[in-house]
């Protein structure tokens, strides 16, 4: 298992709508998708794309939400982690817990905001750094 490109850089937010128009305001990036809530994930997401890929703009929706405890230490939001595209995601799983990484929750790949399977490596593995791994969407979606 060889990861593939960057598809996102995630940036945890307390107002997805906000961070947007900041990377508008200061960085050109107006190419963005509306908001859009995703209950089972606990968080409200808008996708920022920039050339070679795109920023996901996460804010929590609710206490129970994985982003609110980042924000809690980090009231402003910041850098939540990086994804990237695989070919396979059971055999990345796989790859991963062969290989002495700890896959977040179950360890089951689940449906992510881009609406393909996803997993999380944890940042004890990974140099400090959260890293999702995403089943590579089709040619053309984001």
Known sequence: MKIGRLNHVGVATPDVKAAAKTYA?????IDATEAKDFPHLGVR???????NMQIELIEPLGADSPIHKFLEKNPKGGQHHMCF?????VAARDAMRERGATVLGTGEPYIGAHGVPVIFVHPKDTGGVLVELMQAPDEGAH
Do not use: K, M, Q
């Not at 595209?85 to 995601?89: A, K, L, P, R």
């Open 25 to 29: 305001d200061l960085y050109g990036a």
């Open 45 to 51: 997401v808008v996708f920022v794309s920039v050339p």
């Open 85 to 89: 595209e695989v070919s396979d995601i």
